[in-house]
């Protein structure tokens, strides 16, 4: 079969098949009386072995390699492969998320996409300082995609720059709210604490559901973050989760000014001091925590809170009896 028809048939142009010859991929069986080159089938077969190895992104030196080393082990070069593809994938996909954002800003003209990927450049930056620039300047300059800023702040460990990406997300509303729910639910505890604490800064009614749900998160640190925002926001539903905060001394300070916020309701006065009594009076309720509850109880208004102080300034345990007697001297002052 001569080279014109062998192209025809298998796809492969005369010039690339001049080229397998020159490289010694392919070389035709013979020639014609008038010199010109003869494939065989066997040839045939070789040319379609080639563009198959082709085909799984092989170099042309590796498919030589590949048919023609009789101890050539595929094994190495397929897991490479595997890594480079994976790697072009990887790159691939980041190319079109940044497309995607930078479409999803509505730029107005090239200077708008410019200065939208200066920022999006520098969320990605190594510098820290960089980072926080652009997270400030994303709020207040050209609008960046809530995607951009939501993927940022999940993956910031630099306390500062999330600050100010929590920020710049909150200025977007609750535009974010569906992916940081997301986050939530991440099997990572680091960026299940960032999401939940970018949440705890958006204002609205969805947002302040999204964490009443949190409260319910076996993650104890997703839950400490729930309650004490909802603890600022006056819902009570917190309430058992800040006690717990307390006895257990996990932000127990912060815990006690939540309760202390929400103690400015009468109903839930009555309930803060019902609940501190109770882990009081708990067996399983050691010297340490009994002085924090009581210290508690000192911002508690109400009678409930009143005649437990009276009681425990006759504790047993007189660090607690000296708390609770201090603290009914305060009382009595205001």
């Known amino acids: 079969m001569l080279i014109g028809e062998v192209a025809r048939r298998s796809g492969v142009s005369a010039r690339m098949l001049r080229h397998y010859e020159a490289l010694g991929l392919v070389r035709p069986t013979g020639r014609t009386d008038s010199g010109y080159r003869e494939y065989s089938d066997k040839d045939?077969?070789?040319i379609f072995h080639v563009e198959s190895l082709r085909a799984l992104g092989l170099s042309l030196r590796d498919v030589g390699r590949a048919l023609d080393d009789p101890g050539f082990a595929p094994a190495e070069l397929v897991d490479d492969l595997v890594r480079r593809t994976r790697d072009r994938i990887a790159a691939e996909t980041e190319l079109l998320t940044r497309l995607r954002w930078i479409g999803a800003a509505e730029p107005a003209g090239w200077e708008d996409v410019l200065q939208i990927v200066a920022l999006l450049q520098g969320l990605g930056s190594g510098s820290a300082?960089?980072?926080q620039r652009a997270a400030l300047s994303a709020a207040e300059e050209v609008p960046v995609p809530v995607e951009a800023l939501v993927e940022a702040v999940l993956s910031e460990s630099d306390p500062n720059v999330a600050g100010a990406l929590r920020w710049a997300l909150a200025q977007s509303g609750e535009d974010g709210l569906a992916l940081l729910a997301e986050g939530l639910g991440s099997p990572a505890a680091e960026v299940r604490e960032r999401a939940v604490r970018s949440i705890a800064e958006l204002p609205g009614g969805a947002a302040t559901a999204l964490l009443r749900e949190a409260l319910?998160?076996?993650d104890i640190v997703v839950t400490g973050y729930a309650a004490l925002a909802l603890g600022g926001r006056g819902v009570?539903?917190?309430i058992p989760t800040l006690l717990d905060m307390v006895v257990e001394e996990r932000n127990d300070a912060?815990?006690?000014d939540a309760l202390s916020t929400l103690a400015s309701d009468p109903a839930s006065a009555d309930r803060i001091a019902?609940?501190?009594?109770?882990?009081?009076t708990h067996g399983g309720t050691?010297?340490?925590?009994r002085r924090r509850l009581t210290q508690a109880l000192a911002d508690i208004p109400g009678t409930t809170a009143s005649r437990a102080l009276v009681a425990l300034s006759h504790d047993d345990d007189r660090a607690v009896a000296l708390?609770?007697?201090y603290v009914l001297g305060l009382r009595d002052t205001r």
């Open 44 to 46: 045939i077969r070789r």
């Open 129 to 131: 300082g960089t980072r």
């Open 216 to 218: 319910t998160s076996p």
């Open 236 to 238: 009570a539903d917190a």
């Open 254 to 256: 912060d815990a006690a």
């Open 274 to 280: 019902a609940g501190l009594v109770d882990r009081l």
């Open 286 to 289: 050691g010297q340490p925590a």
């Open 323 to 325: 708390t609770a007697t």
